[in-house]
């Protein structure tokens, strides 16, 4: 069993950055990818990026290519998601979840293969 709990979502203005963070509670941290995925309001919930134990990260959305950065502190079970030179159109509910870590790369766009999810956290950027 996996806890998940996000923080460090509110209000940015356009041009600027905002720093979440996802906390996981249990002791197998490192056998789990860890996604990040938003939900704005009357859409889809959509893929941001997803990282391994080992650092590495998938692809990350084209709409955030360049500007979101993913971390994660195994020591710590957290997982970050730097974001800069925020948009308007980046506001959304911001969701991490963990996923088996046995998919290939490609299978981490999907929301089917996260196991656990977050509460999410608002993200709100203003023009």
């Known amino acids: 069993q996996v806890q998940l709990v996000e923080s460090g979502g509110g209000l940015a203005q356009a041009g600027g950055s905002l720093r979440l963070s996802c906390a996981a509670s249990g002791r197998t941290f490192s056998t789990y990818v860890m996604g990040w995925f938003r939900q704005a309001p009357g859409k889809e919930r959509e893929f941001v990026v997803a990282i391994r134990w080992s650092g590495n990260s998938t692809p990350y959305a084209d709409s955030v290519k360049g500007r979101f950065t993913i971390s994660r502190d195994n020591a710590k079970n957290t997982v970050h998601l730097q974001m800069n030179s925020l948009k308007p159109k980046d506001t959304a509910v911001y969701y991490c979840?963990?996923?088996?870590?046995?998919?290939?790369?490609?299978?981490?766009?999907?929301?089917?293969?996260?196991?656990?999810w977050g509460q999410g956290t608002q993200v709100t950027v203003s023009s």
């Open positions: 979840a963990a996923a088996p870590n046995y998919y290939s790369d490609n299978n981490y766009y999907a929301r089917r293969v996260y196991t656990y």
